[in-house]
Structures are given as C-alpha cells and as structure tokens.
C-alpha cells in the first residue's frame, strides 16, 4: 500500500481508502456486524490508514462499528467522518429521518460531539460537512464554528463532501478558493469524470486535497452491471444496466491497448492527479482488499493512459449518462 500526505496537512493517508457507507448501510447489499469487523480490521493489518464513515450512516453505526473494530489502533489511523443530515429529533418524520439537513452552527457543534462519543475518541482528525450546497459554503458562522472546533482540539482539520446534485461544482469551488477547505470529496471516475476534472484542477494551485469517492461507479466497473443484483430495493437500478454496460464496453475497446483490467484501470485513474490524496472505492469483502492493495503496490497509469481516458469521456461518454 503506497501512502499519500493530505495536501499542507500533518495528515498521511492510506492513497485507497475505506469507506464505511457499503459497510454499515443497506445501499450496495447486507454486510454483518461480524464480517464488517473482520473487513476493518483485516484492512488495517494490510496496510489501510484512511478510513470515511459519517454520523447519518445508519443513525450513527457507521461510526460505532468503526471505533469496535479499530478504537485500540485509533492513534494509527486518520479517521473522517461527516455531519450535516439531522437524524437525531424524535419528531422527524421516520421516512425523514437522515433525509433532511440542518447547517445551523449550534446543530453542527453537537453533530461533531456525538460523533465524537460515539467514536470513542477526544479529537477527529477530519470533519466533513456533509452534502452542502453553495449556501453553506457562503455561511461565515458555520465556518466560524467549524474554525472554533480546530482551535478546541475536536477536529484537526475540516473539509466538504459534495454529492451529485447539479449545484456541488459551485459549492466545491466556493469550498477551494473561499475557505481553502484542507479536503474536497467529490465523486470521481472513469464513466464519470466531471466536475471532478475540474475541480482537480482548480485544487492544484490551493491547498485542498481531493477525496475521490466510488472510482468504480458502485461496483459496475468492477463486473460487468448484469451481473450485479437485479434487485430493485438495492442501490442498483434496472434501468441504469444498459447505460453502465455501454459505458464500460466503451472504456474497453478504447483503452485494451494499455492492459490489464476495467477494476485496476478505475483505480489507477483516480489516483492519477497527486492532488487526490486518496480513493473511496466500494469495499465489502476480504478478496476486494486483496485487489486494492495489488492495484496500489502495481505502476502507476501513464499519461497515455489518462489522455486516451479523457479523450474518450469527452467524445463518447459526457453525452450519455452512463453512471446513473
């Protein structure tokens, strides 16, 4: 496992992290309790520092479930984590609850402190506003507290976790060039290349690292999508099959002249830009483990590689939504 420094931070971090969302969540299939322990710690033993949960991965488990299985390492790993969605009024709606957001300071401070508890830990070493838009990143209280925080000891450093929506490009800039955030995580990939292009790009001359986040497009560019679970009640789609299988069969009849496979290929090209500081791919079994660490321990992909992957984005893939 290769290791990346989390740009002008003291953070150094695993460059293929672990994210807990596939982990402590329904969304990619049930993982138990019990095999979720023994993927954390199994992760740790291979050489994985760099772990990402948030509070609202199932009210809190996802955090929880990290601190059992590696509180006795806590001082060996950087551990983010993510607040923003309200889960924790009793009054919400239950078809609401981690649904609806909340940005006022005071809320966030106590987000941060359950976190906190629930981690088993006095300080996070990155805290992450999760999901906000562009008014949030314009809001000098919330980034007043989340400054307060730093200086308190609670998180060492804060950064932003963008989601899909068509307004995260103008919330990530704001996040790199008003509040030089020490991180920016962004979904990042070969079927889906912006606006995380972009915002490489613009992280270049600030000091934000980025966090590219399902580098294998929910596992479709790990197997072939008709082979995933059909079933609609999973994160997976009937509908997006055809898309994703397109846009794979596009990837490989352009880029086979450079070897290997679709799997290896999605990672290297995450990692491309040493401004990404680290990759958040799906991560549910020991075997996937074993990839990631033969991907990371490999050469890295040549800029022939990474030209001919924007190339073909650009002509064949921009046009089609082949992620969704």
């Known amino acids: 496992m290769k290791y990346r420094q989390l740009a002008d931070t003291e953070l150094t971090v695993s460059e293929i992290g672990v994210p807990l969302r596939p982990l402590s969540t329904n969304d990619y299939g049930h993982v138990t309790e019990q095999d979720t322990i023994n993927v954390l710690s199994r992760a740790f033993d291979m050489g994985f520092t760099y772990f990402d949960t948030a509070d609202s991965y199932t009210e809190g488990y996802g955090e929880r479930i990290l601190s059992k299985a590696l509180g006795r390492n806590r001082h060996d790993i950087v551990i983010s984590t993510k607040a923003g969605y309200d889960f924790y009024r009793p009054e919400i709606d239950p078809e609401e609850r981690g649904k609806s957001q909340r940005w006022t300071p005071g809320f966030i401070q106590y987000a941060c402190?359950?976190?906190?508890?629930?981690?088993?830990?006095?300080?996070?070493?990155?805290?992450?506003?999760?999901?906000?838009?562009?008014?949030?990143?314009?809001?000098?209280?919330?980034?007043?507290?989340?400054?307060?925080?730093?200086?308190?000891?609670?998180?060492?450093?804060?950064?932003?976790?963008?989601?899909?929506?068509?307004?995260?490009?103008?919330?990530?800039?704001?996040?790199?060039?008003?509040?030089?955030?020490?991180?920016?995580?962004?979904?990042?990939?070969?079927?889906?290349?912006?606006?995380?292009?972009?915002?490489?790009?613009?992280?270049?001359?600030?000091?934000?690292?980025?966090?590219?986040?399902?580098p294998s497009v929910s596992g479709a560019l790990e197997k072939p999508p008709d082979e995933q679970s059909a079933d609609p009640t999973q994160h997976f789609r009937r509908e997006v099959y055809a898309q994703r299988q397109y846009g794979r069969d596009v990837l490989i009849a352009a880029l086979r002249e450079f070897g290997g496979d679709v799997s290896s290929w999605a990672i290297k090209f995450a990692l491309a830009s040493p401004v990404v500081a680290s990759t958040l791919p799906i991560v549910t079994s020991y075997a996937r483990l074993l990839e990631l660490v033969e991907i990371s321990d490999s050469s890295e992909a040549p800029r022939e590689f990474i030209e001919a992957a924007f190339g073909v984005y650009d002509e064949e893939l921009a046009k089609r939504q082949v992620w969704r």
């Open 113 to 214: 402190e359950q976190s906190l508890r629930r981690l088993d830990t006095d300080y996070l070493d990155l805290f992450q506003l999760h999901h906000p838009g562009p008014d949030q990143i314009e809001d000098d209280e919330l980034f007043g507290l989340l400054d307060d925080l730093v200086v308190e000891g609670k998180i060492r450093y804060y950064g932003v976790a963008l989601d899909d929506e068509p307004e995260s490009e103008e919330a990530g800039e704001g996040a790199i060039d008003d509040r030089a955030v020490s991180s920016l995580q962004t979904e990042f990939s070969l079927l889906r290349q912006q606006p995380g292009r972009n915002l490489i790009l613009r992280a270049q001359d600030a000091a934000t690292a980025i966090l590219a986040y399902d």
